[in-house]
């Protein structure tokens, strides 16, 4: 299932999508996040609804948002989590989080819920006042319930689904703060979309391939295979010590291409285009202002 949530004649709702037209569930902010805290039989009861009186509309007369516009608490996000990345940043000058190049353990830092944006929605370029706005394409991972001390081998089982994610950050302000939250927290620095595919729709997320595009130009090219350390281990890490809730996202990492690694530095102005797209989760395409 693709669930999205839209705006169509001034009022915000939520469904899932059938070829070119969106089955409409419910109305409101926060229809997906009860959704997921139903699980499975919230499901079924949108697909029952679905086949008999849910009213319909045509994709191409909505404005989609981000699937959660409004995230019970800030996303959990995993720093330097492809080799190749890792190998870049550290180089870059900009990395204060350790000595090492290749962290030993998974790097854990949260993004603002007010970050949040959703497909085709203006990226604020202009709150950072360092002109050093970068781009990084990551597969999201939504929990779909309770999680506390999760093993590796249960780990699947308590996810809902994924989505794709832009963590737009301010180089020079993470730097500067000597972390990671102030840089990447800002105000519609978070584009995420276009809609939530449910895992059981995704047979083997290692094999998905992500890209990003930089005004048509492709800067990230990367399999989730890649990754340093897999959404087992992230989920099992971060369930060690605390609780994670139905709805919470981790966004899992970027490879490698993004705009501070290159010499000198690819940093986005005002009118660029950024897209990242991941095999089956959509395109999720967004403008710098």
């Given at each position: 299932?693709k669930i999205?949530?839209?705006s169509h004649?001034?009022?915000i ?6 070829k ?14 009860s959704?997921?805290?139903?699980g499975?039989a ?9 086949s008999?009186k849910a009213?319909r ?10 699937p ?7 996303l ?18 900009f ?5 090492e190049?290749?962290?030993?353990a ?5 993004k ?5 944006v959703?497909p085709?929605?203006m990226?604020l ?13 990551e ?18 089982s308590k996810v809902?689904g ?9 180089r020079?302000l993470?730097?500067h703060?000597?972390?990671w ?6 105000d519609t ?5 276009p ?8 047979d083997?997320?290692?094999?998905l391939?992500?890209?990003?595009r ?8 990367s399999q989730?295979a890649?990754?340093?350390?897999d ?5 099992r ?9 139905p709805?919470?996202?981790i966004?899992?990492?970027?490879p490698d ?8 530095p690819?940093?986005?102005k005002?009118?660029?285009k950024?897209?990242?797209s991941?095999t ?6 967004n403008v710098?202002?």
């Open positions: 299932m999205v949530t839209f004649n001034g009022k709702s939520s469904g899932y999508l059938e070119d037209e969106v089955v409409v569930c419910g109305d409101g902010v926060n229809v997906v996040q959704l997921i805290e139903r499975g919230g499901i079924a009861s949108w697909l029952d609804y679905g008999n009213p509309v045509n994709l191409a007369d909505v404005r989609l948002l981000s959660i516009p409004e995230p019970r608490r800030d959990f996000c995993i720093g330097k989590n492809y080799y190749a990345h890792a190998e870049e940043f550290h180089a870059s000058g990395d204060s989080s350790g000595a190049a290749i962290p030993l998974p790097i854990i830092f949260t603002a819920t007010t970050s949040v959703g085709d929605a990226v370029g202009s709150l950072d006042y360092t002109n050093t706005v970068d781009y990084e394409g597969l999201g991972v939504i929990i779909g319930s309770k999680a506390f001390q999760v093993s590796k081998v249960d780990a699947y809902f994924y989505v794709v994610i832009n963590d737009v950050t301010s020079e993470q730097r703060h000597n972390q939250v102030i840089g990447k927290g800002l620095f978070c584009p995420m979309g809609y939530i595919v449910t895992a059981d729709e995704v083997d997320v290692t094999a391939e992500l890209e990003t930089i005004n048509g130009e492709v800067r990230q090219k989730i890649n990754l340093i350390f959404i087992p281990t992230l989920i890490t971060i369930t060690r010590t605390m609780t994670l809730l709805g919470d996202i966004a899992t990492g970027t291409g993004v705009g501070v690694g290159f010499n000198p690819k940093y986005l005002k009118g660029d950024m897209s990242v991941i089956g989760l959509g395109e999720l395409n710098i202002g």
